[in-house]
């Protein structure tokens, strides 16, 4: 009977010691993967933060999403992907009025598109110092800046004519939609 008890007691020692070894080796993994799932908790909340105050939260969530980048990011990490989303979307509007500027038939609509695009040289800049602005972490200048460029938006807006079948309003509208991002996130930080 006693060898029964020793040999019985080695064996739960030694189920123990394997159990406990092998919960410390599953320790640093179970870490890691509870970090991962709060990266992802706090992302889902900064996009929720910021773009349920945007002017369209779908297309903010959508635009953010879109960078691969931002299923890790903090809210600083989602200002820059916005930021950067929106100087892309500046400056190919831009190309874009020029375009319509040199090829439009009547001399009303050249105007306009030339209009559009002197606005747009402007919009970039803005939406540069708002970058430049965040990496210096000036969220107030920051703000200001894209609230400039959002205004500049809107004067574009007003030269477009809602018949307008180019793709520059919807790229109007589409970089307002940028710039409301940018402009929000800067608000929060």
């Known amino acids: 009977m006693h060898v029964y008890m020793i040999c019985l007691h080695q064996a739960i020692d030694t189920f123990t010691g394997t159990m406990a070894s092998n919960l410390v080796s599953l320790l640093p993994m179970l870490l890691v993967l509870s970090c991962v799932v709060a990266d992802r908790t706090s992302t889902e909340a900064y996009l929720k933060r910021i773009c349920s105050k945007t002017i369209d939260p779908s297309f903010c969530t959508q635009a953010l999403k879109s960078d691969p980048r931002s299923a890790t990011a903090d809210l600083r990490g989602l200002a820059e992907i916005a930021v950067r989303l929106s100087e892309a979307s500046a400056e190919k509007t831009l190309k874009l009025a020029r375009s319509l500027a040199k090829s439009a038939a009547s001399p009303e609509l050249k105007e306009r598109y030339a209009s559009c695009a002197?606005?747009?040289?402007r919009i970039?800049?803005?939406?540069?110092?708002?970058?430049?602005a965040l990496r210096s972490e000036d969220y107030q200048s920051?703000?200001?800046?894209?609230?400039?460029?959002?205004?500049?938006?809107?004067?574009?807006g007003e030269e477009i004519e809602s018949s307008d079948r180019s793709p520059l309003p919807q790229m109007n509208?589409?970089?307002?939609?940028l710039?409301?991002?940018?402009?929000e996130a800067s608000m929060i930080l």
């Open 173 to 177: 509208q589409e970089m307002n939609d």
């Open 118 to 121: 002197k606005i747009y040289d």
């Open 179 to 183: 710039a409301s991002i940018v402009y």
């Open 142 to 156: 920051m703000s200001i800046e894209t609230s400039e460029a959002m205004s500049l938006v809107f004067n574009c």
């Open 124 to 132: 970039v800049g803005y939406v540069e110092g708002a970058g430049e």
